[in-house]
Nanobody, 127 residues
């Protein structure tokens, strides 16, 4: 059973930085996509970034492109989300999600494409 555990959330002032971690375990294949999503109160869950475990290729949502960086350390089965230049509108619960990819690409930021989810970590940015 795939398990995803997020950590690293917290409160920060606008313009600051945070790094989120997603510890993954239980995969039965080495080929999977791990994505970060976020959901603010009253809003739909939004895809932020995704990384391909096989080749490290990344893809970002328009709202965070250039400010957030997703990366992985395969030996640790951990995926990170470095968030810089944070804005008040980045305030949300952040979730790590995963799906098996085979040899396919990892470009989807659609929540319904992902089968496994963590419990989330809260990020609050004050202006």
């Amino acid at each position: 059973q795939v398990q995803l555990v997020e950590s690293g959330g917290g409160s920060v002032q606008a313009g600051g930085s945070l790094r989120l971690s997603c510890a993954a375990s239980g995969f039965t294949s080495s080929y999977y996509c791990i994505g970060w999503f976020r959901q603010a109160p009253g809003k739909e869950r939004e895809g932020v970034a995704v990384i391909n475990s096989r080749n490290g290729i990344t893809f970002y949502g328009d709202s965070v492109n250039g400010r957030f960086t997703i990366s992985q350390v395969n030996a640790q089965n951990t995926v990170y989300l470095q968030m810089n230049s944070l804005k008040a509108e980045d305030t949300a619960m952040y979730y790590c999600a995963a799906r098996y990819s085979g040899y396919g690409p990892c470009r989807s930021l659609e929540r319904y494409d992902y089968n496994f989810w963590g419990q989330g970590t809260q990020v609050t940015v004050s202006s």
